[in-house]
């Protein structure tokens, strides 16, 4: 059963979220109107996304109740978000009445298709408004959402977005802030993770990061969670804290099953 915190969203639009490329302020606004909109039944998705029907309205106040900084002691991050250009990507309307309390919004077109949930087979995530709001950077929020979506998959496992070996390649540094972005969220879902760098066959770059995740539901089977040697470095993440493995190290544990032992 899930919380009342808690809402479905799709793969498609986790996946066209993670595209936008959003600041962590326009990722926290528009989890709040789609939560809004979604946990509302005289309202739909898709609705709110049809050209040529009106906005929805909602007070930035209750938005903010939703997904809004615990910190914040205000609704002016509302209208922070609304005077960037960046909120284009997923809504095609946004505005703050005169007194500042209320906003109107549609979302693209592109949201009401992703949004679209044809079938109970689809992948999602049951994302919790509450985890939302106490994340710390936009990336922290793809990471967690991609986590919670595999959460009682039998082989957990999800690529780390926005990885590319020309635009973001996987430096040192790059690295070291997508594992203390994992291992916060480690510390907050109980999952443990193998971060597993995948090289191109043909020209050795780096081109995609795989996280495969133990949690109480994974069947992982002796030499499917941890890679074979040769291959990048390979970080695990548990507990809130993570460690790059040593080549013996993973000769060791190539048979594991979970990240804790054998």
């Known amino acids: 059963m899930s919380k009342p915190t808690e809402y479905l969203m799709p793969e498609k639009l986790v996946a066209l979220v993670e595209q936008a490329k959003p600041s962590l302020g326009l990722l926290r606004l528009f989890h709040a109107c789609y939560a809004y909109v979604d946990r509302n039944p005289l309202l739909a998705i898709n609705l709110v996304a049809l ?85 710390s950077s936009a990336n922290e929020a793809l990471f967690y959402i991609r986590a919670v979506m595999v959460n009682q998959a039998d082989w957990p496992a999800f690529d780390i977005p926005g990885i590319c070996p020309d635009s973001a390649p996987w430096t040192d540094n790059r690295k070291k802030a997508w594992l203390r972005i994992a291992a916060r969220v480690s510390e907050r879902t109980g999952q443990h993770y193998v971060i597993i760098p995948l090289r191109h066959p043909l020209t050795r770059k780096i081109v995609r990061v795989r996280v495969k995740a133990v949690t109480g539901w994974s069947r992982w089977s002796p030499g499917y969670l941890f890679p074979r040697l040769p291959c990048p470095p390979v970080a695990i993440v548990k507990d809130g804290s993570y460690v790059s493995l040593k080549n013996g190290e993973l000769r060791e544990m190539v048979k594991w099953t979970r990240v804790e032992g054998p």
Not at 84 to 101: C, H, N, T, Y
């Open 51 to 135: 050209t040529g029907k009106p906005a929805c309205r909602a007070r930035c106040s209750d938005l903010s109740a939703i997904t809004g900084s615990p910190g914040a002691k205000s609704s002016t991050w509302v209208t922070e978000v609304v005077e960037d250009d960046g909120w284009k990507a997923l809504f095609s309307r946004l505005e703050i009445d005169p007194s500042g309390m209320e906003l109107s919004f549609k979302f693209t077109p592109n949201v009401g298709q992703a949004a679209h949930r044809g079938s109970d087979k689809i992948i999602f995530a049951m994302v919790d408004g509450e985890e939302i709001r106490k994340i």
